[in-house]
């Protein structure tokens, strides 16, 4: 065995001890990878405005009408606080709750699936039937 051989054996020795002090997680120990990870982003109710065929997003923090206009979309509305119904409107599909706990609708109304839309945020994808929607 030369000098070489003995330096050669010495080096493999090193990178060995370094790669299990390195601790690299195995494939089956995915959680580890898993924890380095950025928390996925909530995803955001998309709500439809039929027969316009607009899109908008809205986010739990605005209700329906709030978050049409800012997508440039004007829906009904006079009083903005559930009580003159002028944005009455009906849920096609998808799951809406209010932000007070008396809106202006009959409980007939609630389970056919009309909603105020001054006072509702979506908490599914919607789509809606809005007739006088326009865009601004
Ligand atoms: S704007 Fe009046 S009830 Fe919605």
Known sequence: ??????NLRASDEKRESATSADS???????EA?????????PSVPLVRVEPL??????PSELTL?????????????LCRN????TCLCRVVSGEASFTIEWPGLSREEKAEG????CVAVARTDLVL???EAELL
Do not use: K, Q
């Open 53 to 58: 065929g607009r899109t908008f997003e809205a």
């Open 33 to 41: 990878f898993a924890a380095d990870l950025p928390a996925a982003a």
């Open 1 to 6: 065995m030369s000098a070489g051989d003995s």
């Open 24 to 30: 690299v997680p195995s494939a089956d120990a995915p």
């Open 129 to 131: 039937d809005v007739p």
């Open 82 to 85: 559930g009580t003159c119904r």
């Open 114 to 117: 009309y909603v105020l839309t």
């Open 65 to 77: 009408l709030e978050a049409a206009a800012f997508a440039g979309i004007r829906l009904p509305r």
